[in-house]
Structure formats: structure tokens, C-alpha cells
């Protein structure tokens, strides 16, 4: 079975500051990996996408995350925060034997302070 | 990208009524699709995969006569919830797989509120 763990249920950082998400996974298979960004009731938009090629990906909005198999983990990251990132971000895997079935973590809500 | 709509985006019903919330694939074709509740200031939970042209697999726990699934066709999936209370006011999403790329593309959500 896979799953996903998210340390932090809430991260607060200043506008311009780093943003650091922390995303640890178990996945008995080589993993596809996602974030996935929410803004208050509105569906999930994809930011990022780990699909076996290279480790470090970009993502939208000046985010990347980097694979890190040693570490099971898939860090979410973006230099300086804005205060539009102000919103809940999930970080899941996909089960591909599954049709592709995502298992989420709990989410990490952002606070951006000015 | 793909577009995933969902129907209606918010919905007010009495206690004991039936609800449908449709999700289409708009510009391609979803032989998969799953349906998720969301509780406030929660994470997801899978309720059920749709799979087209065959009978939808529910997770553990969910009730499948309440929850009723369809996927009638490769572009869209229904879920009807039958006799609503107000403990099933949630936030419902669907998902749409786009194959090629083994990737989720999300619906709106629905606001769903039993009264």
C-alpha cells in the first residue's frame, strides 16, 4: 500500500521568504509523485509532477520539488514567497496498478505574512 | 491542459432528497475517473473509482447505495447522492485520468449542503 505524510499541517512565512513543504512517501514501486496546490473551494491544480526522469522538477509559479529515493521524500520549494501561494497544498502518489489512483497527504496550509 | 468541469459547483437540497453532481472530461477521453470527499480544512478521501462502461469500485467504508455511480460514457461520470442528510453535506471532487500522461486533472468541486 502507498502512503503519503505531510510534516506540518500549517507553514507561515513571510512575503519574499523561502517556502519549504516537506512531503515523505511509502511506495513499494518506483513512485510518480504530484503536488497539487488548492485555493478555498476550488479543485486541485496540478503545480508538479515527478514521473522517473530527472529528480529536480519546475513546476508552475516559480516551484520545484527534487526526488530523493534515498530519503523516500519529494520536498516542495519556491525562493520567495508571494502572497498569492497563500493556500492548501497536497502532495500525493499514484498508484499506477490502480489506474493511476492518487493517495494524498493531509495537506500543509500556507500563510503568507506581508 | 485538460479540462475537467463539474456540475453543479454548489447545491442547497432538503434532507431526504437525491442530489446529482456531473463531471465531464471536456477535451478528452477519461476511461477513469474517481470521485473524492473533502471535510473542511481536510485532505481528500477517495470514495470510489468510475470506470467507464462497467461498475464503480468504492472504498472501504463508503456506502455504494447512497452513493450512486455512473459512467455511461468515456466523458462523463455521475454521482447521485440518494436520501441526503446533513451529514453528507461535504465538499465533493472528481478527477479525470488523462492516460498518455498518467496525470489527475481535477474538477471544481461541489459544495454540497443538506438542510
Known amino acids: 500500500a502507498q502512503s503519503v505524510t505531510q510534516l506540518g499541517s500549517h507553514v507561515s512565512v513571510s512575503e519574499g521568504a523561502l517556502v519549504l513543504l516537506r512531503c515523505n512517501y511509502s511506495?513499494?514501486?518506483?513512485?510518480?509523485l504530484f503536488w497539487y496546490v488548492q485555493y478555498p473551494n476550488q479543485g486541485l491544480q496540478l503545480l508538479l509532477k515527478?514521473?522517473?526522469?530527472?529528480?529536480l522538477v519546475k513546476g508552475i509559479n516559480g516551484f520545484e520539488a527534487e526526488f530523493k529515493k534515498s530519503e523516500t521524500s519529494f520536498h516542495l520549494t519556491k525562493p520567495s514567497a508571494h502572497m498569492s501561494d497563500a493556500a492548501e497544498y497536497f502532495c500525493?502518489?499514484?498508484?499506477?496498478?490502480?489506474?493511476?489512483?492518487?493517495?494524498f497527504g493531509g495537506g500543509t496550509r500556507v500563510l503568507v505574512k506581508p | 491542459g485538460a479540462v475537467v468541469s463539474q456540475h453543479p459547483s454548489w447545491v442547497i437540497c432538503k434532507s431526504g432528497t437525491s442530489v446529482k453532481i456531473e463531471c465531464r472530461s471536456l477535451?478528452?477521453?477519461?476511461?477513469?475517473m474517481f470521485w473524492y470527499r473533502q471535510f473542511p480544512k481536510q485532505s481528500l478521501m477517495l470514495m470510489a473509482t468510475?470506470?467507464?462502461?462497467?461498475?464503480?469500485?468504492?472504498e472501504q467504508g463508503v456506502e455504494k447505495d447512497k452513493f450512486l455511480i455512473n459512467h455511461a460514457s468515456l466523458t462523463l461520470s455521475t454521482l447521485t447522492v440518494t436520501s441526503a442528510h446533513p451529514e453528507d453535506s461535504s465538499f465533493y471532487i472528481c478527477?479525470?485520468?488523462?492516460?498518455?500522461?498518467?496525470?489527475?486533472?481535477f474538477g471544481q468541486g461541489t459544495r454540497l449542503t443538506v438542510v
Open positions: 468510475s470506470n467507464e462502461g462497467s461498475k464503480a469500485t468504492y
Open positions: 511506495s513499494s514501486v518506483p513512485p510518480y
Open positions: 515527478y514521473t522517473s526522469a530527472a529528480t
Open positions: 478527477s479525470a485520468i488523462l492516460g498518455v500522461v498518467a496525470e489527475a486533472f
Open positions: 477535451d478528452f477521453q477519461a476511461t477513469t
Open positions: 500525493a502518489v499514484s498508484d499506477q496498478a490502480a489506474g493511476n489512483k492518487l493517495t
